[in-house]
């Protein structure tokens, strides 16, 4: 499948040790997002660079920046414009703003967590750990409210 991604489900990956779960799927990165991941000093950084190196990853840049918001940040952006650029229908990202932004574009955003339950569902990923993973979530700084979360582990059953 081809996805264009933002940050935050690369970092989350990463930073769970679990950037394999994209290794089946063409990965197209804005270069504004890598620059914006690589800016940072982090633990996860060397497995982020190691991913931008992958023959599944192409990093581009964009011809137009047709579309704009101002209640989105950079990547979000990029991401929704590569993404229309290259014809490609989903993009990865996590915030709800961002994610409502692109629906309105055409697009099809899905997040880190339903790269996890993908992999379940694709028989990558046993329920134990998709489940495990998706606990450790929070540990990793990323935000769900404890229905949400309820909600998402009962799709596992």
Request: charged content about 25%.
């Amino acid at each position: 499948m081809k996805l264009v991604s933002n940050s935050s489900p690369l970092i989350f990956l990463a930073k769970l040790n679990f950037l394999e779960l994209l290794s089946k799927d063409q990965i197209l990165i804005p270069s504004g997002v890598q620059k914006e991941i690589l800016a940072k000093e982090s633990a996860e950084k060397d497995g982020l660079i190691r991913f931008f190196r992958e023959k599944n990853v192409t990093i581009l840049s964009l011809k137009n920046k047709n579309i704009r918001s101002s209640s989105l940040g950079i990547g979000e952006i990029e991401a929704v414009n590569l993404a229309l650029e290259q014809q490609a229908t989903h993009v990865l990202m996590d915030d709800r703003r961002a994610c409502s932004f692109a629906k309105i574009q055409n697009l099809e955003p899905h997040g880190t967590l339903w790269i996890i339950l993908r992999a379940y569902k694709n028989r990558d990923l046993t329920k134990t750990q998709a489940r495990d993973l998706i606990y450790d979530l929070p540990s990793v700084g990323f935000r769900i409210g404890q229905e949400f979360l309820f909600q998402v582990l009962k799709k596992l059953d």
